[in-house]
């Protein structure tokens, strides 16, 4: 996805649904943290670059980082684990869709 906010969007129906074991907020800082990169590369080079933080590996450090942030912070452990974890996860999936095969070379 091109933009932050999608991704987002995409997962306000599981906090609806699931409200006390889902976290909005951290899935939120995850999919924000992840397009850093891409707004980092972007102003270093000119190109909206998916590199090392599009990755499974990628998300996978940030999604458990922020976990473990949040568990200092005294968030609620469940909802904090699903919103990071998912908001990892379903950023990586979200992305590889729209690249791989709504815009050929944007990778």
């Known amino acids: 996805m091109p933009i932050t906010p999608i991704h987002i969007m995409a997962a306000v129906p599981v906090k609806v649904l699931a409200p ?3 976290s909005l907020v951290w899935f939120s800082i995850v999919n924000i ?3 850093l990169e891409v707004i980092f590369y972007y102003f270093t080079t000119g ?6 933080f599009h990755s499974i590996m990628g998300v996978s450090v940030i999604g458990f ?3 473990i942030i949040s568990l200092g912070l005294k968030h609620k452990k469940m909802a904090s684990f ?23 070379g944007m990778y």
Do not use: E
């Open 33 to 35: 943290l992840i397009d």
């Open 47 to 52: 190109l909206p670059s998916h590199k090392f």
């Open 65 to 67: 980082g922020c976990f």
């Open 20 to 22: 006390k074991y889902f």
């Open 82 to 104: 699903l919103g990071c974890i998912i908001g990892a996860y379903s950023h990586h999936i979200m992305d590889y869709f729209y690249h791989n095969w709504g815009t050929y």
